[in-house]
């Protein structure tokens, strides 16, 4: 997992946030802080400027992060709901044992640990936190065909796929190729059990989605939404909710064309680690954090 570097979510009370990951997914702070101007300005979300932020590690050390950023929630956001960033898949050595923890958890199961029919390299199951951020959890148990795929280092290990909603699928593979420097991986209809529940559709209706890849590293899903779903809704000036940034590596930053919400930057700390950034959104209006950065 070499150009997935980090994913952002909006949370309404940041100590909750912080104390449910250390507890429950073995998550540990590596920084934390007041939201700079420059940053969020570079977010398109000034109103963010001076707000509370923890950066977490997984257990296991890796560096792929999950940041989680404070501001009040939008009473019109559901989770699965709207386009952009909507669920983060993190890998686990023991679904039946996350399973468990689950249950003890503030974190509801919404789908319990099942079997993919014709997919039995992966086992998942998937939670939704208390500010409505959805989390995948998946034990891997062989590479694809096509495709590497990552070995939890501890129960429960590292983000690994990030999950988007899009209005125009092809539209969305196309821009992101293009603008996030990332490749094409695989077009695919299959049964989605979580858009069938959001969007009250029949189980065993296909969904078409789609994976981002570098070499045989995939780290993206783009997922086609159903009719009914709908632009974000967020507060001026601010990140939007749920899922609110996807950051990515890039070993080509400057062959990316932008347009960039404000000019790249040097920034400090685990994310970024003194290397230029900069945000885009996509058509749909996700914010792709790009971060300059070698990929071996």
Known sequence: MRLLRAATITVSDLNRAVDNYARFLDYAPVENGEVDADLAQSWGAPAVAGRRYAIMQPASGAAIY??????????????????????????????IAANAR??????????PPRELDGLLAIFPMQVKGPDGEIVYLTQIRDDLPDYNLPR??????????????????????????????????RFMEIEYTMIAKAYDLPVEQKHRIATMIHER?????????????????????MLPPGCAIGTL?????????????????????????GRRSATVKDPDGALVEIVEGETN
């Not at 689950?102 to 789908?111: C, D, N």
């Not at 590596?249 to 680690?273: E, M, N, Q, V």
Request: aromatic share 12%; charged share 20%; net charge negative.
């Open 249 to 273: 590596w890039t070993p080509s930053f400057d062959a990316l064309p932008g347009p960039w919400i404000t000019p790249p930057s040097h920034r400090k700390g685990p994310i970024y680690k």
């Open 152 to 185: 939890a280092a501890s129960l429960i290990d590292k983000l690994f796929i990030f999950v988007m909603g899009c209005s125009d699928l092809d539209a969305s593979v196309e821009w992101m190729a293009k603008h996030a420097g990332v490749e094409t991986g």
């Open 66 to 95: 999950l940041r989680f950023v404070e501001q009040e929630p939008h009473p019109d956001y559901q989770p699965l709901r709207s386009y952009g960033w909507n669920c983060i898949e993190i890998c686990v050595q023991d679904v």
């Open 102 to 111: 689950m249950e003890q958890s503030p974190f509801e199961i919404i789908g």
């Open 217 to 237: 590293d995939v780290f993206l899903e783009l997922d086609q939404y159903p009719d009914g779903a709908v632009d974000r809704a967020q507060h001026t000036d």
